[in-house]
């Protein structure tokens, strides 16, 4: 991803601003619907004290509520428009991978809540994470997102919980999320990938497909790690364009069952030529 929407990297102007860890109450013209559901496993008991339920048309949205106190520029987003962005996350994710989706977006009150929720290690960075079937959402970098930005993590995370990630290679299950909350952006691909373009102009272009440790999001090398989520996504937005969008979805799937090699292989590819076309898109796409 650019700076400009990377869950990573983050310099956003300060109009825009914030979502909230205090989720306020919802008007009566957007207020739940009614004979509601029972929340799914996934949202409840997540902490000590109250939480604060909103629904949208396809999406839940669980918030942390805070005490009583005055309500800072931190809650510019309302809950009404997260949970718009949510439905919009998954009338895309949907469309793309041809089921209904419905999010449930957890929203602590802090990135230390969130990575306690996940029980994971660092976070450093990350403005939302797939976790289980929820995805989390971490206020203090999530707030620092355009509005660009917010579509396209919520889309990548959502497609992480929709679509599932096991069996595969980091570089897939990235790269596919990313050409997912890519595919209706506008962005121009120079502008997605910025660091990328910028490595591919002054000669320096990728070797091999992103592994795992050029995804760690432990603060030591942010723009190698945006680099990385840009070479993912360049080599699903490839298998989309040589193949179809269809074929890159049937290929996603297949390999979760029978692993990535065997799934290239029934496009005629391994992951050697995979990455010298890969390399080729790369080159064409940036130079």
Same mark, same amino acid.
């Given at each position: 991803?650019?700076?400009?929407?990377?869950?990573?990297?983050?310099?956003?102007?300060?109009? #825009?601003?914030?979502?909230?860890?205090? #989720?306020? &109450?919802?008007?009566?013209?957007?207020?739940?619907?009614?004979?509601?559901?029972?929340?799914? /496993?996934? !949202?409840?008991? +997540?902490?000590?004290?109250?939480? @604060?339920?909103?629904?949208?048309? %396809?999406?839940?949205?669980?918030?942390?509520?805070?005490?009583?106190?005055?309500?800072?520029?931190?809650?510019? @987003?309302?809950?009404?428009? +997260?949970?718009?962005?949510?439905?919009? =996350?998954?009338?895309?994710?949907?469309?793309?991978?041809?089921?209904?989706?419905? *999010?449930?977006?957890?929203? *602590?009150?802090?990135?230390?809540?969130?990575?306690?929720?996940?029980?994971?290690? *660092?976070?450093?960075? +990350? !403005?939302?994470?797939?976790?289980?079937?929820?995805?989390?959402?971490?206020?203090?970098? &999530?707030? %620092?997102?355009?509005?660009?930005?917010?579509? @396209?993590?919520?889309?990548?995370?959502?497609?992480? @919980?929709? /679509?599932?990630?096991?069996?595969?290679?980091?570089?897939?299950?990235?790269? &596919?999320?990313?050409?997912?909350?890519?595919?209706?952006?506008? $962005?121009?691909?120079?502008? !997605?990938?910025?660091?990328?373009?910028?490595?591919?102009?002054?000669?320096?272009?990728?070797?091999?497909?992103?592994?795992?440790?050029?995804?760690?999001?432990?603060?030591?090398?942010?723009?190698?790690?945006?680099?990385?989520?840009?070479?993912?996504?360049?080599?699903?937005? &490839?298998?989309?364009?040589?193949?179809?969008?269809?074929?890159?979805?049937?290929?996603?799937?297949?390999?979760?069952?029978?692993?990535?090699?065997? =799934? $290239?292989?029934?496009?005629?590819?391994?992951?050697?030529?995979?990455?010298?076309?890969?390399?080729?898109?790369?080159?064409?796409?940036?130079?």
């Amino acid at each position: 991803m650019s700076d400009q929407v990377s869950r990573r990297r983050r310099a956003a102007p300060a109009a #825009l601003l914030l979502l909230v860890p205090l #989720l306020a &109450f919802i008007p009566a013209a957007s207020a739940p619907i009614a004979a509601a559901p029972a929340l799914p /496993a996934g !949202a409840r008991g +997540l902490w000590p004290g109250e939480s @604060v339920t909103v629904r949208g048309t %396809r999406s839940v949205i669980i918030g942390q509520a805070a005490p009583a106190a005055p309500i800072s520029s931190a809650s510019s @987003v309302s809950p009404a428009e +997260l949970a718009r962005l949510a439905d919009t =996350a998954a009338l895309r994710v949907g469309t793309v991978l041809g089921e209904p989706v419905r *999010p449930l977006v957890v929203v *602590p009150a802090s990135a230390a809540e969130a990575a306690r929720l996940a029980g994971t290690g *660092p976070i450093e960075g +990350l !403005a939302a994470l797939a976790d289980g079937d929820r995805v989390l959402v971490v206020p203090e970098v &999530f707030a %620092r997102l355009n509005p660009t930005g917010r579509d @396209v993590v919520l889309a990548h995370e959502l497609t992480h @919980v929709a /679509a599932g990630t096991d069996r595969l290679p980091v570089w897939l299950y990235e790269g &596919f999320a990313d050409y997912v909350g890519y595919r209706d952006s506008g $962005l121009p691909v120079r502008t !997605a990938a910025a660091e990328l373009a910028d490595e591919v102009r002054a000669g320096r272009l990728p070797a091999a497909l992103p592994g795992p440790a050029a995804f760690a999001a432990d603060g030591s090398d942010p723009a190698r790690l945006a680099r990385a989520y840009q070479e993912a996504w360049l080599a699903c937005r &490839f298998l989309a364009d040589r193949f179809g969008e269809g074929t890159l979805v049937r290929l996603y799937r297949e390999a979760r069952v029978d692993g990535a090699d065997r =799934a $290239l292989a029934g496009l005629g590819l391994s992951t050697a030529t995979l990455t010298a076309r890969w390399r080729a898109y790369v080159r064409e796409q940036l130079a």
